[in-house]
Nanobody, 116 residues
């Protein structure tokens, strides 16, 4: 089992920045990729970005350039830096981890609100 705890969400003005953190615990050596998803009210959950243990990253195309994902394998923590935030970035952001067997784990989510 893997437990994920997100932090760093909050209220920010449009154009501002936030850094989200996701700390993993439990069977951390089984984790392959870590990532961030988001879900806005009335919308489906969507991929924001993910990063494999190798460091290979995947981004939602529309967010590349504003958002950056990174990972500290030593501390089993993933980060998401969000710049030039827009009102449409308002959502609940969820940390995701996938182990080498393909099982997914989710955090409880952290709310990001961008005021215009």
């Amino acid at each position: 089992q893997v437990q994920l705890v997100e932090s760093g969400g909050g209220l920010v003005q449009a154009g501002g920045s936030l850094r989200l953190s996701c700390a993993a615990s439990g069977n951390i050596f089984s984790i392959n990729s870590m990532g961030w998803y988001r879900q806005a009210p009335g919308k489906q959950r969507e991929l924001v970005a993910s990063i494999a243990k190798s460091g290979r990253t995947t981004y939602q195309v529309s967010l590349r350039g504003r958002f950056a994902i990174s990972r500290d394998n030593a501390n089993s923590t993933a980060y998401l830096i969000m710049n030039s935030l827009k009102s449409e970035d308002t959502a609940d952001y969820y940390c995701n981890a996938v182990n080498f067997a393909g099982y997914e784990f989710w955090g409880q989510g952290t709310q990001v609100t961008v005021s215009s």
